[in-house]
């Protein structure tokens, strides 16, 4: 089954402490980007990749990065996280260039983070 | 800089009701306009993807227009089911945008479909 998958789906965790949150896909996309969801702002991108070792920022990459070293994987990492990094995270994939009038993008299930 | 807006927040209708979801955008130079829906615990799943040269795409009961000049799109819904129920989100994507995905989100317009 062709799917974006995210762990873990739930997450507390406190101030400075280090996490990473993971993101696999299976269709082999060239493209995937991590989103965040909260209320009043509703989804705005944070970092996105365009393939293996190609990642730039999205629209509020402060305070997070990202690698990929493999095309299926694309974790997102909280060096120090804070408060206001408490949100609803979803992680997307799309095809590439050469189908870039079919990209229509998928989501993994999403991953709830709270800081304290 | 490209802002969506989504019009109503909630909207709650009988069963069996047709029903328009509207989507306008500030920044009419888009590649694509994305329908998406949510369902709570899940993520978002596409429902239809409208080109900027295109004006509609169907899929089953979904109707998605796009008028691109004046920066509105349209999700009509035909005999809603409760099964319809859940948020539903649109995504354009800017026309400059050569080297990434990226998506500018409305926030949405929850829907009820009462049985």
């Known amino acids: 089954e062709a799917q974006v998958t995210q762990n873990p789906r739930y997450l507390i965790t406190v101030t400075g402490k280090k996490l990473t949150v993971t993101c696999s896909q299976n269709m082999n996309h060239e493209y995937m980007s991590w989103y965040r969801q909260d209320p009043g702002l509703g989804l705005r991108q944070i970092y996105y990749?365009?393939?293996?070792?190609?990642?730039d920022k999205g629209d509020v990459p402060e305070g997070y990065k990202v690698s990929r070293k493999e095309k299926r994987n694309f974790p997102l990492i909280l060096e120090s996280p804070s408060p206001n990094q408490t949100s609803l995270y979803f992680c997307?994939?799309?095809?590439?260039?050469?189908?870039?009038?079919?990209?229509?993008?998928?989501f993994g299930p999403g991953t709830r983070l709270l800081v304290l | 800089k490209q802002e969506v807006t989504q019009i109503p927040a909630a909207l709650s209708v009988p069963e069996g009701e047709n029903l328009v979801l509207n989507c306008s955008f500030t920044?009419?130079?888009?590649?694509?306009l994305q329908w998406f829906r949510q369902d709570p615990g899940k993520g978002l799943t596409s429902l239809l993807l409208i080109q900027s040269s295109q004006r509609e795409q169907t899929s089953g009961r979904l109707n998605a227009s796009l008028d691109k000049s004046s920066g509105r799109s349209t999700l009509y819904i035909a005999a809603s089911q409760p099964g319809d129920s859940a948020t539903y989100l649109c995504?354009?994507?800017?026309?400059?945008?050569?080297?990434?995905?990226?998506?500018?989100f409305g926030e949405g317009t929850q829907l009820t479909v009462n049985p």
């Open positions: 920044d009419s130079a888009i590649y694509n």
């Open positions: 995504a354009v994507r800017p026309e400059w945008e050569t080297s990434g995905s990226r998506l500018t």
């Open positions: 990749s365009m393939n293996v070792e190609v990642t």
């Open positions: 997307a994939s799309s095809r590439g260039l050469a189908e870039r009038y079919q990209e229509t993008q998928y």
